[in-house]
């Protein structure tokens, strides 16, 4: 079960998609962090979803907030698709140990070994203020950023 509004986020710290640490901490009482859980790479439901999000950049810009996307892909793997979908945004690999951040916020699949569809917007003092999660293979609706975006 994916952690819920009003929990306090779990700290993180996990490479980017060029080898740089993120830190969850390096974001607090700056602006709020859209966290968002994907099972994998170059596959074609999250494909679908980051291109998505890609396309609607300007939802998060206008809410102040940093996009981040989460998966237990390498760094490696990240970069190369990020670099051909042309994603502005940071995409972290949760590779080692595999999952624990995913497993920190409750998304992520022990069956599957992959993180779960699961979106947490972060409030600047680094409480969760919305969280949602679709079932394998769906696709999270851009509508549903919009309704948990105005929760910050």
């Known amino acids: 079960m994916i952690l819920a509004p009003g929990t306090v986020a779990p700290e993180f710290a996990l490479p980017n998609q060029f080898g740089q640490p993120v830190r969850l901490a390096g974001f607090r009482a700056r602006r ?10 170059f596959s074609m439901t999250c494909q679908g979803e980051l291109d998505e999000l890609r396309d609607h950049a300007a939802l998060f810009d206008a809410a102040g907030a940093e996009l981040l996307a ?6 490696h793997a990240l970069r190369a698709w990020a670099e051909k979908q042309g994603y502005g945004f940071q995409l972290l690999a949760d590779f080692w140990p595999h999952g624990s951040v995913a497993r920190a916020y409750g998304a992520f699949s022990e069956s599957r070994g992959t ?6 917007v972060i409030g600047a003092e680094g409480v969760i203020r919305s969280s949602f999660a679709t079932e394998p293979g769906t696709a999270r609706p851009i509508a549903r950023y919009r309704e948990a975006i105005g929760a910050l």
């Open 32 to 41: 709020p962090v859209v966290l968002v859980f994907f099972p994998l790479a």
């Open 70 to 75: 989460v998966s237990v892909d390498s760094k």
């Open 115 to 120: 993180a779960e569809r699961a979106t947490f």
